[in-house]
């Protein structure tokens, strides 16, 4: 049972990581073909766990994957709300105008 | 007639000697401009060299900002770099490249620190650890820091065999000479690379507890940034959370304490695992 879990958690790890780098990785290539996405599919590979025993080892590069998968999201997430959020500084003009004041004249 | 001819032939054959086909290392001045930086490449890989990485973008090879070569010892870490190259659109992000930063950090030490120098300003955060410093009030908080911190501190204990008590008031508690020497004796043992990495997730994290808890797995790096901002999550909890701060500092801390796990992780040396076989019939 345990075993099944941590085989689901593994699979949605390998989802979520793909469709990371998906989003962040050049759009002109397969995903299949960059390095980066065979590292970590071949590291996917190695370390199945067995079935029977508990791999501290399968742990550990899971712990890895999560944690990079963490620094993925939390950077997109964070450039997101940087857009979302963005505002140009406002003249002090258009400041003025925001109280209904207008800037003083100088005359020369 | 003739002679013209050769001197000719002669110049030609010693321009030619010049230029020798050599691999480009250009080393961009123009990159480290203070206006913004239009991404001048279209795909980062990387190369092995002599047993280190280097990122290529494009033909040409990346440098550290003082023109260092730039070089890591492990490919993973080479190839997570070269993804923060290939993920930059338009414009180049420097602030959002933690791992590019981390290895400058190492290969050019620019405040020309010292091993020694290091150990001791991430030893500092041990007597001012967030998770030793509890609150009186409100109840609630209390309780709430007990359920939450109490675990990871008693983990910390039992597995590094150390005394280390929580204090309420505001001087910093008092640290066992046992307790500091090996935790010292921990943080020696990690390599130049994971030690820049171990203190700048310290620094971000205000504690080495929580860090050592993601060094050795215990925790996962979301959960270390939320027990690191208790205080704040139950503030915001109690009068609301305001997404362009709060948000944006989890996931600004978030990403930098990930990529301070990951640089320590990828730069150790107990990178070599055995690879288990899978056992289809076994009992």
């Known amino acids: 049972m345990a075993n099944q879990q941590k085989v689901n958690l593994g699979r949605l790890l390998y989802k979520r990581l793909s469709r990371e780098m998906k989003i962040t990785a050049n759009p002109k290539e397969k995903l299949y073909d960059t390095p980066v996405f065979q590292y970590i599919a071949n590291q996917f590979r190695e370390h199945q766990v067995t079935t029977q025993k508990l791999c501290k080892g399968q742990n550990e590069v899971m712990m890895v994957g999560q944690t990079y998968l963490c620094m993925l999201e939390s950077l997109r997430k964070s450039e997101e709300l940087a857009q979302m959020y963005k505002t140009t500084e406002r003249s002090i003009e258009q400041s003025a105008n925001l109280v209904g004041l207008k800037l003083p004249t100088v005359d020369h | ?283």
């Open chain 2, 1 to 283: 007639m003739a002679a013209p001819m050769n001197t000719c032939k002669h110049l030609i054959r010693t321009l030619t000697r010049i230029r020798k086909p050599k691999p480009i290392n250009v080393c961009f001045i123009r990159k480290y401009k203070t206006g913004e930086l239009k991404k001048f490449y279209k795909n980062a890989s990387i190369v092995q060299n002599q047993g280190w990485f280097e990122v290529n973008l494009d033909q040409r090879k990346l440098r550290t900002p003082t023109g260092n070569l730039f070089q890591v010892p492990s490919e993973p870490l080479a190839l997570a770099i070269a993804t923060e190259w290939n993920s930059q659109k338009e414009t180049i992000k420097r602030q959002a490249m933690h791992l590019t930063t981390l290895s400058n950090t190492v290969l050019d030490n620019p405040m020309q620190r010292s091993r020694g120098d290091i150990v001791r300003g991430v030893l500092h955060f041990l007597e001012t650890d967030t998770i030793l410093y509890r609150s009186t009030e409100p109840q609630e908080f209390l309780e709430l820091q007990k359920q939450e911190w109490d675990p990871v501190l008693k983990w910390f204990r039992s597995s590094y065999q150390v005394e280390l008590d929580s204090t309420t008031s505001l001087m910093p508690p008092e640290i066992p000479e046992n307790t500091e020497e090996v935790i010292t004796r921990k943080v020696n043992s990690l390599n130049d690379w994971a030690l820049v990495g171990f203190q700048y997730g310290v620094e971000n994290l205000k504690s080495i507890i929580l860090m050592l808890a993601i060094t050795d797995k215990r925790l996962t790096v979301e959960k270390a940034v939320q027990l690191a901002r208790l205080e704040t999550l139950y503030q915001t909890k109690i009068w609301g959370n305001v997404q362009w701060h709060h948000d944006v500092d989890i996931y600004q801390l978030q990403s930098r304490v990930a990529a301070a796990a990951l640089f320590v992780h990828w730069c150790s040396n107990d990178m070599a695992t055995t690879h288990k076989t899978t056992y289809s019939n076994q009992t």
